[in-house]
């Protein structure tokens, strides 16, 4: 009998300690299940979460076209490209917006930088992969980018050192501008998995790069996504 009772006092202890846990998680609004990686966004973990039932909208925004360009130089301090030439792509923005269904109000939204490259024949592209901006970080790329032309255009006694990097990088998107005394090229990573990309050399990544005169297209599409925002949000 004491046993039975033993056992009963245990089992209530257990699931009260296991409310006061759901309290906590509840009150604190941690998404319960897998824990959450360094390099998830805010909308992905949104979803995992606290999307349920969840629905997911999809908005093409801009394209912007990635010409074939001469393979970087990074002034000998890159191994040489094998490629005479990148290959052309292009780099497709999308806003991504999800909500719990019947919930439209706690709607969370993303950017979505899709790059694709050609197959060298014909118009038919290749996904490279996708990069997702929390909807925050869009009007800072934007303003980032605006920033970036104009320093490259005002660009002075800088301009003799062997190279100069500036980028932008948030979630797992990053934009920048590469400059050598000969030249200067535009560029585009993603780097879904690797929280420390922003500490490598743009070469160390995948990119694709386009003409820094382009930077302007850039910014626009941005722009765009973010008037979509604000649109989608009332503002």
């Known amino acids: 009998m004491n046993n039975c009772l033993k056992l009963q006092g245990a089992s209530l202890a257990f699931v009260a300690l296991l409310c006061m846990q759901s309290n906590v998680a509840r009150a604190t609004d941690v998404p319960s299940g897998p824990s959450v990686s360094p390099t998830m966004t805010q909308f992905e973990s949104f979803i995992l ?35 005479a030439n990148t290959r052309a792509g ?10 719990p269904l019947g919930q439209q109000s706690r709607q969370h939204m993303a950017m979505r930088v899709v790059l694709s490259v050609s197959g060298g024949t014909g118009t038919m592209l290749y996904p490279l992969g996708a990069g997702l ?32 990097e500036t980028e932008f990088h948030a979630d797992t998107v990053r934009i920048g501008v590469v400059r050598t005394p000969s030249d200067s090229l535009a560029y585009v990573q993603i780097a879904p998995s690797d929280p420390l990309f922003a500490l490598k050399q743009v070469w160390e990544l995948p990119a694709m790069y386009l003409p820094s005169q382009d930077l302007p297209a850039l910014e626009r599409a941005v722009l765009q996504v973010n008037a979509k925002i604000r649109a989608l949000r009332g503002r």
């Open 49 to 83: 979460g606290r999307c349920i039932p969840c629905v997911r909208e999809f908005f093409p925004i801009a394209t912007v076209p990635i010409p074939s360009l001469k393979s970087p130089n990074f002034a000998g301090l890159a191994p040489a490209n094998p490629a």
């Open 90 to 99: 292009e780099m497709r923005l999308e806003l991504v917006r999800a909500y």
């Open 133 to 164: 901006l929390d909807e925050d970080e869009v009007p800072v790329l934007a303003a980032a980018l605006s920033q970036m032309g104009k320093a490259l255009a005002s660009a002075g006694d800088e301009a003799s050192t062997p190279l100069v």
